[in-house]
């Protein structure tokens, strides 16, 4: 057993410290991991799946139901429920909602509006705008940013294997 007698108390004083910055660093870890993730978060991921995989080009039953339009629903229903929404405005998002909208009436005044892009814009762009807001508006904590990263992550390595293995069968799911 060691004596403590001869060790300055300074040197006893940092291993102290350390001890307990130690503690402190496991216990902020358990508790940002008891933390629960918002469903907002999980459904703005449903959104990011959808949106990435496409599955209603190979299940007709999705397109069907507008389950699109149901997630779309369900999210913006969990974004008020949280009350975010007006704390989240910020000026770079309200110049993006000034952008949008200026190109939205750019998109109407138009005579192209047949064209293959423009047609392409109207039924596509919004999807991105609001999966714009769904971010800003839907993860709210950290947690939730572990877990929005993760499953981006996990969804785009499932859609990577399910091409892979369409490749392999002889399609291109790509």
Not at 96 to 110: E, P, T
């Amino acid at each position: 057993m060691k004596d403590f007698t001869d060790t300055p108390s300074s040197v006893r004083a940092g291993k102290n410290v350390t001890r307990v910055a130690k503690a402190s660093a496991a216990t902020a870890a358990q508790t940002s991991n008891a933390q629960p993730v918002s469903v907002s978060t999980w459904l703005v991921l449903a959104y990011v799946w959808l949106l990435t995989t496409t599955p209603q080009v190979r299940f007709g039953i999705i397109a069907d139901t507008h389950f699109e339009r149901i997630l779309v629903v369900l999210i913006v229903l969990s974004l008020l429920s949280g009350q975010r929404i007006v704390r989240s405005l910020n000026l770079a998002t309200v110049l993006l909602i000034c952008f949008f909208l200026w190109s939205l009436v750019g998109y109407l005044q138009s005579p192209y509006k047949d064209a293959v892009s423009a047609v392409w814009w109207i039924k596509n762009y919004w999807k991105l705008m609001l999966f714009y807001f769904f971010v800003v508006l839907g993860i709210r904590s950290v947690r939730d940013l572990e877990v929005f990263i993760i499953g981006v992550a996990v969804i785009s390595f499932g859609y990577q294997l399910l091409s892979w293995r369409d490749f392999l069968a002889g399609g291109s799911y790509v």
